[in-house]
């Protein structure tokens, strides 16, 4: 009764796609027509023709400037926040007890959300031009701001991407290091590795494709970020994200009407080559963990 | 935009319970993990406290509630808070009907979608809120002023910007127990697919459930980008407004934003560790649903 | 295996002969005096076992006995609190692990997963600087001993828990180690590999002629291949000796109790230092366990009572398991004990539940102790 019952349901199912619908639609309408509009208008001219214009445009003066400091913040803050939050996780995981641990795990899901505004003012309560640590410093003889630092700079937005960014690393590491099983590193030291050899040679090449992957994965988030930005240098800093953000608000007089759409197409395709490249990672990094 | 979801790896035990577990993992000593700990914790807190000291201090060194006083009188406070809650359940509401159907239907009957809607799922990672945007404002421009004057099609397009997160959400969920045999069980008992839906899947999900709606809720009380370009006036565009003027009030508020947010989320974790409890299945994913950051 | 024929003069006593000559080739064990404690407890109690060159010792225990602990401290895996370990009469107690040659195999998955089976093999050799050539030829001949010649290229995820650890003995024994140690290499897998496996690693170790200690909880498996066994609990040695000794022999309840399965009858001593067990009349004289009338408890094999459908028996029986060469019987005294029976089927019986029948001990007392104390 039971197997019949079974196998009528899955054959009623076998072809059908119609439960899917909705939610594919929905993605379809209200995400697919927004990017396909930008990517179509790229190639558009304020005619309605196509041109190559507005793709040339986005690529000359203070356009690819901003491509240039919106890639160059991006590999700061990544690279940065890559080996702040391996650190963490792999002191993080080496722990007998379990609930450091979770506890450590529950706290970055809650930083690594703590993105935007609010973010933006902490830190202008922190490191600011009236910061507690700017003035701290300053008390003790040491003025941040007359040795060149500045919150509202480059190097200030990647101190300040490091509070969501490092958390969002430490919880996509822990997984694969937590799969690193204790018989790979006593089985290698058993045959005579010390632990300089097991880290270059077991447990560099099982961790080097998450980490690889998770960096692409901040590498798009520092990428796209608009709000801290926004919020912290109101459009002192061009970045791509910021450039859009002005020419939708129309305080910039372009002559190209589709400027910003070809600047959008832009950011498109650079996170979308990232995203390729973390799939392909994260598929061989999954290969060797069961 | 956003950040991530985390690779579902499951988090698989030691195979054998040993005594004494090392405690020099990774050939490394007590005083690196001392030293990094510590570090990561200070830069931690210091924006917190800082944050905290300067919306009761101010720039004039004395201890005072005024900011957050004043804050809560503000009428613009008032509404910018409304509007967002009023996206908010469109956003909830919008999502739960939307993916919960389809992530109980896709691991019914067709559980060799999962990879493929997963996928979808996580597309609006790739397109950056500020671009999602500009695509809103040309495309949708010739829509009625019902849907592109109003919030509403913030509620709209956050369900999709959410969804990396809600989805991930309601799918492990759904993943953890076993839909199949549960609505086998009920239907051979001779209960409708309706009362099967409301009786046995939804209290199965509900605490999967609850994770998705604090997520949309979060999401949509720190989303920025789109609210501030496309001129409404939510809770964080106010925020942004009021910090350009008055800054002790803003940081005031964001301390209050952030505790906010912090309890909805350590909330989640609670929830997620819960259901590990009674499921007996530890997932990374219950802490990777809740990764957000609200750019 | 017959009772009977053993000599009365070896019960009770702990047997600490080498059974046999070993071959000259192994290296010789010494664990002296071991201790480990983690927090309150004591996982090895001055623990001391010698194993002979070539000797392969099982060490067998409950889990929490100390017997993992011990062969890790043997591997350097596992710091000590106090003993020492000697290799040939060389203490090697405060040698690093990598530098202690021993080849050890571990309970599962164990196997580097970014490497082939054929570079999990060769790793070893490789950090001695081995020249490629003889890597090759070595790791093609230990492939073939584990009989993968032709897995050579695959990785740990595409091997069976069998092959993997076949694949993880090649690898312990490429660096031509001085002592294999195997930590209960065969408890994740099914039954039927486990005892397939089990078989080729006792045919490896006497080709190789290697020492060997292995670490299990499975009794079947200790009986089924050690050259002696020792028995483990609470950190320190109960028994030690042939696995017929062990299994026949046992020097105290708990050794009786842990290998092999036990009736366990508890009596009063009557006035001729005897006790009544389903009605028959056991002597007690070779065990001393207490004046008359005071109480004792006598273990019995299953295989050393035997049931026989009667009219008016003893016993009722209440399940009969049919094991292919022998019958688990179950049998209910009229006093309400459980009494459990094994005896060899040669086709036929006329045994049902529910039957009247007669169990009578026709083995010998396995242990008796004394309960008054």
Request: proline share 4%; glycine share 8%; charged share 15%.
């Given at each position: 009764?039971?197997?019949?019952?079974?196998?009528?349901?899955?054959s009623?199912?076998?072809?059908s796609y119609?439960g899917?619908?909705?939610l594919?639609?929905?993605?379809?309408?209200?995400?697919?027509?927004?990017?396909?509009?930008?990517i179509?208008?790229a190639?558009?001219?304020?005619?309605?023709s196509?041109?190559?214009r507005?793709?040339?445009?986005?690529?000359?003066?203070?356009?690819?400037?901003?491509?240039?400091e919106?890639?160059?913040?991006?590999?700061?803050?990544?690279?940065?926040?890559?080996?702040a939050?391996?650190?963490?996780?792999?002191a993080v995981?080496?722990?007998?007890?379990?609930r450091?641990?979770?506890a450590?795990?529950?706290?970055?899901?809650?930083?690594?959300?703590?993105?935007?505004?609010?973010?933006?003012?902490?830190?202008?309560?922190?490191?600011?031009?009236f910061?507690?640590?700017?003035?701290?410093?300053?008390?003790?003889?040491?003025?941040?701001?007359d040795?060149?630092?500045?919150l509202?700079?480059?190097?200030?937005?990647?101190?300040?991407?490091?509070?969501?960014?490092i958390?969002v690393?430490?919880?996509?590491?822990?997984?694969?290091?937590?799969?690193?099983?204790?018989?790979?590193?006593?089985?290698?030291?058993?045959?005579g590795?010390?632990?300089?050899t097991?880290?270059?040679t077991?447990?560099?090449?099982?961790?080097?494709?998450?980490?690889?992957?998770?960096?692409?994965?901040?590498?798009?988030?520092a990428?796209?970020?608009?709000?801290?930005?926004?919020?912290?240098?109101?459009g002192?800093?061009?970045?791509v994200?910021?450039?859009?953000?002005?020419?939708i608000?129309?305080?910039?007089?372009?002559?190209?009407?589709?400027?910003?759409?070809?600047?959008?197409?832009?950011?498109?395709l650079?996170?979308?080559?990232v995203?390729?490249a973390?799939i392909r990672?994260?598929?061989?990094?999954?290969?060797?963990?069961? | 935009?956003?950040?991530?979801?985390?690779?579902?790896t499951e988090l698989?035990?030691?195979?054998?319970?040993?005594?004494?577990?090392s405690?020099?993992?990774?050939?490394l000593?007590?005083r690196?993990?001392?030293?990094?700990?510590?570090l990561?914790?200070?830069?931690?807190?210091?924006?917190?406290?800082?944050s905290?000291r300067?919306?009761l201090?101010g720039?004039?060194?004395?201890?005072t509630?005024?900011?957050?006083?004043?804050?809560?009188t503000d009428?613009?406070?008032?509404?910018?808070?409304l509007v967002s809650v009023?996206?908010?359940?469109g956003?909830?509401?919008?999502t739960i009907?939307l993916?919960?159907?389809?992530?109980?239907?896709?691991?019914?009957?067709?559980p060799d979608?999962?990879?493929?809607?997963?996928t979808?799922?996580?597309?609006?990672?790739?397109v950056?809120a500020?671009?999602?945007?500009?695509?809103v404002?040309?495309?949708?421009?010739s829509?009625p002023?019902i849907?592109?004057?109003s919030?509403?099609?913030l509620a709209?397009?956050y369900?999709?910007l959410?969804?990396p997160?809600?989805?991930?959400?309601?799918?492990?969920?759904?993943?953890?127990?076993d839909?199949?045999?549960?609505?086998?069980?009920?239907?051979?008992?001779?209960s409708?697919?309706?009362?099967?839906?409301?009786?046995?899947?939804?209290?199965?999900?509900r605490?999967a459930?609850t994770?998705?709606i604090f997520l949309s809720?979060?999401?949509?009380?720190?989303?920025?980008?789109?609210?501030?370009?496309?001129?409404?006036?939510?809770?964080p565009?106010?925020l942004?407004?009021?910090?350009?003027?008055?800054?002790?009030?803003s940081?005031?508020?964001?301390v209050?934003?952030?505790?906010?947010?912090?309890?909805?989320?350590?909330?989640?974790?609670?929830?997620?560790?819960?259901?590990?409890?009674?499921?007996?299945?530890?997932?990374?994913s219950?802490?990777?649903?809740?990764?957000?950051t609200k750019? | 295996?017959?009772?009977?024929?053993e000599?009365?003069?070896?019960?009770?006593?702990?047997?600490?002969r080498?059974?046999?000559?070993w071959?000259?080739?192994?290296?010789?064990?010494?664990?002296?005096?071991?201790?480990?404690?983690f927090?309150?407890t004591?996982?090895?109690?001055d623990?001391s076992?010698?194993?002979?060159?070539g000797e392969l010792?099982?060490?067998?225990?409950?889990?929490g006995c100390g017997?993992t602990?011990?062969?890790r401290?043997?591997?350097?895996?596992?710091p000590?609190?106090?003993?020492?370990?000697f290799l040939?009469?060389?203490?090697?107690?405060?040698?690093?692990?990598?530098?202690?040659?021993?080849?050890?195999?571990f309970q599962?998955y164990?196997?580097?997963?970014?490497m082939t089976?054929?570079?999990?093999?060769?790793?070893?050799?490789?950090?001695?600087g081995?020249?490629?050539?003889?890597?090759?030829t070595?790791?093609?001949?230990?492939?073939?001993?584990?009989?993968?010649p032709?897995?050579s290229?695959?990785?740990?995820?595409?091997?069976?828990?069998?092959?993997?650890q076949?694949?993880?003995?090649?690898?312990?024994?490429a660096?031509?180690?001085k002592?294999l140690?195997?930590?209960?290499?065969?408890?994740?897998?099914?039954?039927?590999?486990?005892?397939?496996?089990?078989e080729?690693?006792?045919?490896?170790?006497?080709?190789?002629?290697?020492?060997t200690?292995?670490?299990?909880?499975?009794?079947?498996?200790?009986?089924?291949i050690?050259?002696?066994?020792?028995?483990?609990n609470?950190?320190a040695?109960?028994?030690?000796?042939?696995?017929?000794?062990?299994?026949?022999?046992p020097v105290?309840?708990f050794?009786a109790?842990?290998v092999?399965s036990?009736?366990v009858?508890t009596e009063?001593?009557?006035?001729n230092n005897?006790?009544?067990?389903?009605?028959?009349?056991?002597n007690?004289?070779?065990w001393s366990?207490?004046?008359?009338?005071?109480?004792?408890?006598?273990?019995v094999?299953?295989?050393?009572?035997?049931?026989?459908?009667?009219?008016?028996?003893?016993?009722t029986?209440s399940?009969?398991?049919?094991m292919?060469?022998?019958?688990?019987?179950?049998a209910?005294?009229q006093?309400?004990?459980?009494?459990?029976?094994?005896v060899s089927?040669?086709?036929?019986?006329?045994l049902r539940?529910?039957m009247?029948a007669?169990?009578?001990i026709?083995?010998?007392?396995?242990f008796?102790?004394?309960?008054?104390?």
């Open positions: 009764m039971k197997v019949i019952h079974k196998l009528r349901i899955v009623r199912g076998k072809k119609l899917a619908v909705p594919v639609a929905y993605v379809g309408v209200f995400l697919g027509i927004p990017a396909g509009a930008v179509v208008d190639f558009r001219s304020a005619s309605g196509f041109t190559f507005n793709i040339q445009g986005a690529m000359t003066g203070t356009y690819l400037a901003s491509f240039v919106s890639i160059r913040l991006a590999v700061f803050s990544t690279v940065i926040s890559a080996f939050g391996l650190l963490v996780a792999i995981v080496g722990m007998a007890d379990t450091p641990r979770r450590i795990m529950a706290a970055s899901g809650v930083f690594a959300n703590t993105g935007g505004v609010p973010l933006a003012f902490s830190f202008i309560a922190t490191l600011g031009n910061g507690m640590l700017t003035r701290l410093l300053s008390s003790a003889g040491f003025n941040i701001y040795h060149g630092f500045s509202y700079s480059t190097t200030g937005l990647t101190i300040v991407y490091q509070y969501f960014l958390p690393m430490v919880l996509v590491m822990i997984p694969p290091l937590e799969a690193i099983n204790e018989a790979w590193l006593e089985a290698a030291q058993t045959l590795a010390t632990w300089p097991i880290w270059r077991v447990i560099g090449p099982v961790v080097f494709p998450p980490f690889l992957a998770a960096s692409l994965l901040l590498f798009t988030d990428f796209a970020a608009y709000a801290t930005a926004a919020a912290l240098t109101s002192v800093i061009p970045l994200p910021i450039q859009i953000g002005s020419l608000q129309g305080n910039v007089v372009t002559g190209e009407a589709n400027l910003g759409s070809a600047l959008g197409f832009g950011m498109i650079i996170v979308g080559i995203a390729v973390y990672l994260s598929q061989k990094a999954q290969k060797w963990l069961r | 935009m956003a950040s991530i979801v985390a690779s579902e698989v035990g030691k195979p054998s319970i040993k005594f004494g577990e405690e020099k993992m990774f050939g000593g007590r690196f993990r001392f030293i990094v700990l510590t990561t914790i200070v830069f931690f807190l210091i924006p917190v406290l800082a905290v300067y919306s201090l720039n004039h060194n004395s201890l509630l005024s900011a957050y006083g004043a804050i809560f009428p613009e406070f008032i509404s910018s808070v009023k996206i908010a359940v956003t909830v509401a919008i009907l993916v919960t159907p389809t992530v109980v239907w896709v691991r019914l009957k067709r979608l999962v990879t493929v809607l997963e979808i799922s996580l597309l609006p990672m790739i950056p500020v671009v999602v945007t500009l695509g404002l040309t495309a949708f421009a829509l002023n849907i592109m004057g919030p509403v099609i709209l397009e369900v999709v959410a969804l997160y809600t989805f991930r959400s309601i799918d492990s969920g759904a993943g953890s127990i839909i199949k045999t549960l609505v086998e069980a009920s239907k051979s008992l001779g409708t697919w309706l009362s099967t839906m409301v009786r046995v899947i939804l209290p199965n999900l605490s459930i994770s998705a809720t979060a999401f949509v009380f720190g989303e920025f980008a789109v609210a501030s370009l496309m001129s409404f006036t939510t809770f565009v106010w942004v407004q009021v910090g350009s003027a008055r800054a002790d009030e940081v005031a508020l964001s209050v934003a952030l505790l906010l947010t912090w309890g909805a989320l350590t909330l989640i974790s609670i929830i997620g560790f819960q259901r590990q409890k009674r499921t007996g299945i530890r997932r990374s219950t802490f990777s649903v809740s990764i957000i750019e | 295996m017959s009772h009977t024929a000599n009365p003069e070896t019960f009770a006593m702990p047997n600490d080498v059974p046999r000559e071959s000259r080739k192994g290296t010789s064990v010494s664990l002296r005096g071991l201790r480990r404690q927090g309150s004591l996982a090895l109690s623990l076992l010698d194993i002979s060159p010792v099982v060490m067998l225990g409950p889990s017997k602990t011990a062969l401290a043997l591997a350097g895996l596992e000590l609190d106090a003993g020492s370990i040939d009469n060389r203490d090697i107690s405060k040698r690093a692990a990598h530098k202690r040659e021993m080849g050890m195999v599962a164990s196997l580097f997963p970014n089976a054929a570079q999990n093999v060769a790793y070893g050799l490789k950090l001695r081995v020249p490629t050539k003889t890597i090759e070595r790791v093609s001949e230990m492939l073939d001993l584990v009989r993968l032709t897995h290229d695959r990785y740990a995820n595409e091997l069976s828990g069998g092959q993997q076949r694949v993880a003995l090649a690898r312990a024994l660096i031509s180690p002592v140690l195997l930590d209960e290499p065969l408890s994740a897998l099914d039954a039927k590999v486990r005892v397939e496996l089990r080729e690693i006792r045919r490896i170790q006497l080709e190789f002629g290697i020492t200690l292995f670490v299990t909880h499975d009794q079947d498996e200790a009986l089924a050690a050259d002696r066994i020792a028995v483990l609470n950190g040695i109960e028994q030690i000796g042939t696995p017929a000794q062990v299994y026949s022999s105290n309840s050794v109790q842990f092999g036990v009736n009858f009063i001593i009557d006035s005897a006790v009544v067990v389903l009605g028959q009349r056991l007690l004289d070779r366990v207490g004046s008359i009338g005071s109480k004792v408890r006598l273990m094999r299953p295989e050393s009572i035997s049931v026989k459908a009667t009219e008016d028996g003893n016993v029986i399940a009969v398991g049919f292919g060469s022998s019958l688990n019987i179950t209910i005294t006093a309400g004990d459980v009494v459990r029976s094994n089927w040669h086709g036929g019986s006329d539940p529910g009247s007669k169990a009578e026709v083995g010998p007392i396995l008796a102790e004394s309960l008054s104390s």
